[in-house]
């Protein structure tokens, strides 16, 4: 069953009265209990994405198209609410992890506190107490020590680890049907990293919620999700199941970051980097392929024209030198 969907989503930024496309024709579908990365390099347009999915894109902005999220009564359009049903749905239905939990948590409040507030605000009728003990049996669910003690404790008190658990405790505590995580793990330790990556996906057997996990590496992500989108400079320009992505991956851009997977049996070769870097949003041509400047397999047409995303079976590629056609057998016949 599909939770969520984004059909023909797109995005612009309005900068000295003239727009610039930050997100164009964004597609793409979850289903319940799934779990699907979107990667990118900084500046692809990953967040700005997340963040229209939770309605909370800048002001200096406009949205066209459609996401969509299941619904007692069907699927609902999120970019038809309103502010008031923003605030009953995020952190409800949808709710958010993001890279820096010490941004995300206040200071000033106690640990307990934050969570339990999470929960009194969606759910009426619950008292405090029941709260709170709901509130301690989700810090022991989610791998935290000594909750009694925690309950009562500033976020500084805790490492970034913990803090990053408080958070996933507190975005899984409603129950939602959607939860995005925007680079979860990028500001922590590569031990640590594997931890929370575990936990996620330990929550998401459990409480068959879908989740969208962000992140720059597909390596970090590959092991846990069942299919990847692979964004650049705002479109999607491949997607397809985890392992043929990384078996076979068909948009050169896709190589270049499954051939920057670290790799233990390759072990002393150099790790390869693409060559250059996402062009800002201001300095984007927007005509042609995004990736034509950095792509060793350029043409003429791809620099003229945008390659349309080709879907075949659970793939899809936009790139204009690769078709399903070589080593993957005729589609038309
Ligand atoms: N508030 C903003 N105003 C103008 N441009 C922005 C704003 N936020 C992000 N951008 C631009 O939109 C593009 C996508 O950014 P972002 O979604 O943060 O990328 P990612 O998360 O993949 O690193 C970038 O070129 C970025 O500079
Ligand atoms: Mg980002």
Redesign the pocket.
């Known amino acids: 069953m599909i939770e969520f969907r984004a059909e023909h989503f797109s995005l612009d930024?309005e900068?000295e009265k003239k727009w610039y496309p930050?997100v164009t024709d964004f597609n793409m579908h979850i289903d319940a209990g799934e779990m699907v990365a979107l990667i990118?390099e900084?500046?692809?347009?990953?967040?700005?994405?997340a963040l229209s999915m939770i309605g909370l894109q800048?002001p200096?902005t406009r949205i066209m198209g459609h996401m969509y999220l299941n619904g007692e009564n069907g699927p609902e359009d999120l970019n038809e609410l309103t502010k008031k049903e923003w605030t009953s749905i995020r952190g409800r239905r949808i709710s958010m992890i993001f890279q820096e939990p010490m941004t995300a948590l206040n200071p000033l409040i106690k640990i307990g506190k934050q969570v339990r507030e999470s929960l009194l605000t969606h759910q009426k009728g619950i008292s405090k107490k029941e709260a709170k003990s709901l509130v301690l049996e989700q810090l022991k669910s989610v791998g935290l020590p000594d909750v009694e003690d925690l309950y009562d404790c500033y976020p500084h008190q805790l490492s970034g680890g913990q803090r990053q658990r408080v958070m996933i405790a507190m975005a899984f505590i409603n129950n939602p049907a959607l939860l995005i995580a925007d680079e979860p793990t990028t500001a922590l330790d590569v031990t640590i990293q594997t931890q929370i990556m575990d936990l996620m996906r330990q929550m998401n057997k459990k409480t068959n919620t879908a989740i969208l996990l962000i992140s720059h590496d597909l390596g970090v992500v590959s092991r846990l999700c069942s299919r990847v989108y692979i964004?650049y400079a705002g479109r999607i320009v491949e997607n397809g199941p985890v392992d043929e992505i990384l078996t076979n991956p068909l948009h050169p851009y896709t190589k270049g970051l499954v051939d920057a997977i670290p790799d233990i049996t390759k072990r002393g070769k150099p790790l390869k980097a693409i060559p250059g870097s996402v062009p800002?949003?201001y300095a984007r041509s927007n005509t042609g392929c995004g990736f034509a400047e950095r792509c060793e397999y350029c043409t003429n047409k791809c620099q003229k024209e945008v390659p349309p995303l080709v879907q075949d079976g659970g793939r899809a590629v936009a790139c204009w030198n690769k078709s399903f056609d070589s080593g993957r057998g005729n589609t038309h016949d």
């Open positions: 930024f900068h930050a990118g900084s500046g692809c347009g990953k967040s700005i994405t800048p200096n964004m800002g949003l």
